[in-house]
């Protein structure tokens, strides 16, 4: 009797670790006690998330989601508020990563405290070319370009190129021209070649960026596994789950799948191939390429330059240069070919437009081939400076604005210098933009501007500056609410690209990317947003990243 008596009891409690065991492995991760906005179409708020392998296995209230699950982990998040990982649908975030092994010249407030810091960098890097990007000569006290006398007494012989933050200019020094062999007068379409009594100043403009840049040695495979590496590890902290990386060469696919492959590069990108030749014949020979972590169906062509560096195409002449309307960076024609056969592919167009003009020209382009309502998303990168006559072409097309918030809050000091008080009305128009379709997808340009997304929710919503200025916000009239900004950096910059099922918001079935922020800055005052920190980043419900 003893014996049937302890052989029943070691039976009940081998049955009831087994049950144990079976709850235990019916989720990964469970989270408590927060404050969840899932950004789905009612844009509700729950208190509770469960993840099983690497997707949202069930959103809602704690008491309910316990009883059904029993998860290997449990984290109590203290009330803290949840968001689905931040989508930042335009960025530079390969050369984003390069750069942070140039010179930083952002900030800067002068062309000496340049030199000054590119002297010191060739210095802890004495051998190959010098390259920095950062310098913005309307932050200087003098704001005219400068000449790049310096840079030849200083590297006679050792080639240096410092590209304008827009990436739409660059200063070189004659090492670099004779390179390039550039010589003074010569011309080129959609770019300029500054030449002043005859002499080269060394600098470039638009396409004439290029003739210096495709000399360039190109970066060793340590190179670009860096700057993918320090890329990523930046943006994680900032509660970047995706990225719109826009303007590749086809070359970098494979080596960005490669890094996802191995589990180096854990951050899933949009990549958007550059206008050339032989990135459509890569792309239409072989479709549309998509994993979980990497979507390639897209392609960045370039209608004009930047506002800041005049290259801009404008309707009317600048307001600050009599006679300068900027340029196209290519033909109507050209613009014409390619949005013609990109159709006829199946593919994707997002096309970089700053000035009224390359809006209008690049909007019509779109009207002829996409002939009234559509799915295909078609993209206009920046859409700064739209004339109110062509607003309507948006909706009218389902033409999607793909907009940068923060290049409003940027711009604002000198913008209205180059556009003049009327035409500055309707420029950065980001709330009337939106009404078109009904959404828009919201971005940074990094590393044009700053890559937190927190800057973009908070120039969108509040229209001001780092430090609050100007005091009722620049054009006020055109601020997103805090929904919307909301949206526009989750599920509406997914739905940009074809993304909305799988990302964007924290849903039943959709990957596990999330961010834990340490205020909630859809209740705070506006202008604490800015100072508002990461807490903790998942991807695909694996903490890449935890504030230390």
Request: proline share 4%; glycine share 8%; net charge positive.
């Amino acid at each position: 009797m003893f014996i049937r008596l302890k052989n029943l009891l070691s039976f009940f409690v081998i049955a009831a670790t087994v049950s144990c065991q079976k709850k235990e492995f019916n989720a990964d991760l469970l989270i408590k006690n927060a404050k969840i906005y899932t950004v789905d179409s009612a844009f509700t708020i729950a208190d509770a998330i469960v993840v099983s392998n690497g997707k949202i296995a069930a959103v809602g209230s704690a008491d309910s989601l316990e009883k059904n699950y029993m998860a290997k982990q449990v984290i109590d998040a203290g009330g803290k508020a949840i968001y689905p990982g931040f989508i930042d649908a335009h960025t530079h975030f390969y050369q984003y990563g390069m750069g942070l092994q140039e010179a930083h010249l952002e900030g800067t407030q002068s062309w000496n405290e340049i030199i000054d810091s590119v002297s010191a960098f060739g210095k802890r890097n004495p051998e190959g070319w010098i390259i920095g990007r950062g310098w913005d000569q309307n932050d200087w006290k003098v704001k005219q370009y400068p000449t790049k006398a310096k840079l030849d007494s200083l590297f006679p012989v050792r080639p240096v190129m410092l590209q304008r933050i827009d990436g739409h200019a660059a200063i070189v020094n004659q090492a670099a021209l004779n390179i390039a062999n550039i010589k003074p007068d010569q011309k080129i379409a959609g770019g300029q070649i500054e030449t002043v009594n005859g002499k080269l100043t060394g600098i470039l403009v638009d396409n004439a960026v290029g003739l210096v840049r495709h000399k360039m040695p190109q970066p060793t495979e340590q190179m670009v596994q860096e700057a993918f590496a320090d890329a990523q590890r930046n943006c994680f902290a900032v509660g970047l789950t995706t990225v719109d990386d826009c303007g590749l060469p086809y070359t970098l696919i494979n080596p960005i799948a490669e890094l996802q492959h191995k589990g180096l590069l854990k951050m899933r990108i949009y990549v958007m191939l550059s206008d050339a030749p032989e990135n459509y014949e890569y792309l239409f020979k072989r479709g549309a390429y998509k994993t979980p972590r990497l979507n390639v169906r897209a392609f960045k062509v370039y209608a004009d330059g930047a506002l800041g560096s005049r290259g801009a195409c404008l309707l009317k002449p600048y307001a600050d240069r009599k006679g300068w309307n900027g340029f196209l960076l290519s033909s109507q024609q050209h613009f014409a070919d390619v949005a013609a056969k990109i159709a006829e592919k199946g593919f994707q167009m997002c096309t970089h437009a700053i000035g009224d003009s390359a809006n209008r020209v690049i909007l019509n382009t779109y009207a002829k081939v996409l002939k009234g309502k559509n799915d295909r998303r078609w993209r206009i990168e920046h859409a700064q400076i739209v004339n109110p006559q062509d607003v309507k072409l948006f909706g009218e097309y389902n033409v999607i604005p793909s907009i940068q918030p923060t290049h409003a809050t940027s711009d604002m000091y000198w913008a209205g210098q180059r556009l003049g008080a009327e035409r500055l009305k309707t420029a950065y128009a980001y709330k009337n933009l939106m009404k078109q379709n009904g959404w828009l997808p919201l971005g940074t340009d990094f590393p044009v501007e700053n890559i937190n997304p927190l800057y973009t929710f908070y120039a969108a919503t509040e229209r001001k500056d780092l430090k609050g200025f100007p005091v009722a916000g620049f054009q006020k009239e055109n601020a997103l609410d805090r929904t919307e900004a909301l949206r526009g950096i989750t599920i509406w910059a997914a739905k940009a690209n074809f993304e909305e099922k799988e990302k964007g918001s924290i849903e039943k079935g959709k990957f596990a990317d999330f961010v834990m922020l340490d205020q909630d800055i859809m209740k705070i005052k506006g202008s604490e947003i800015p100072k508002v920190k990461v807490l903790k980043t998942y991807i695909n419900g694996e903490k890449v990243y935890e504030k230390k």
